[in-house]
């Protein structure tokens, strides 16, 4: 009630006094809820937020021209978690993605793990917010195998279809048309569902040679020897019918030869 609502406004300092722990899990029951922004609207206006995610609170009245009409970046933070699947690792980066994009904040590469430690959330949760959070949304580009492919080789195979859930949302809070948007979608979803069937090299595991083959071959032991792995890499992300180890050597016996 609203008694009850005054007075925790009142003495919102006292959650200093609550452990991290407490305030971890009442934070998940909130991005797990199916209004995220309802509880964190009540967070803000309550005093509470600025003790439990002051970084968040930071995003009160910062406004940018791809915005809506009104919305600040507080606003749009919790369109887009409220947009996402009740899932928290997906909720927790939608925050800190756009947490770390305020400029005025120090250290950006580590405010997220920092803000994550410190709420004490496991180091699971932290490991997977941060290879989430570490692309630029924004410029993803679902459209090409190829894209999807050296995305795939930057994160990981495993955290591909996480980490377009959040370029969906975006694309679907965009001013676009809505047939330019379902069309988007659509060819980003084909692709991405092609690319886990047919399970293309995208790490030096799935290379079809490794260092001993190329010992083998003559090279030597060394940082020259991951050099070349990771430029075969390259060759095969972009081209994955040449993982095949005699077209690898072919191609390294042929190197080899145009640099004498």
Aim: a positive charge.
């Amino acid at each position: 009630d609203k008694v009850t609502l005054r007075a925790i406004e009142k003495n919102s300092s006292l959650i200093k006094k609550v452990s991290p722990e407490r305030i971890r899990d009442e934070l998940t029951k909130i991005l797990l809820s199916n209004y995220p922004r309802r509880g964190f609207k009540l967070l803000y206006r309550l005093g509470l937020l600025r003790f439990i995610m002051p970084e968040l609170q930071k995003c009160v009245g910062i406004y940018r021209e791809n915005f809506r009409e009104g919305e600040d970046l507080f606003e749009h933070i919790l369109g887009l978690v409220g947009s996402l699947p009740a899932d928290l690792n997906l909720r927790l980066s939608a925050i800190l993605y756009n947490i770390k994009s305020i400029s005025h904040l120090d250290e950006k590469k580590q405010i997220i793990v920092k803000i994550l430690q410190r709420i004490k959330f496991k180091n699971a949760v932290i490991k997977k917010v941060t290879i989430l959070t570490k692309e630029n949304w924004q410029v993803l580009n679902f459209s090409k195998k190829i894209n999807i492919r050296q995305l795939a080789a930057r994160i990981g195979m495993e955290n591909l279809e996480d980490i377009w859930k959040p370029k969906k949302a975006l694309i679907k809070e965009s001013r676009s048309s809505e047939e330019f948007k379902s069309a988007e979608i659509g060819r980003a979803e084909n692709n991405i569902r092609e690319i886990l069937q047919e399970k293309p090299p995208v790490s030096l595991e799935d290379l079809a040679v490794n260092g001993k083959d190329l010992i083998e071959l003559g090279y030597k032991e060394g940082k020259e020897l991951g050099k070349i792995l990771k430029k075969l890499l390259e060759i095969i992300i972009d081209r994955p019918e040449l993982n095949k180890k005699k077209i690898l050597v072919k191609l390294l016996i042929e190197n080899e030869e145009n640099d004498r």
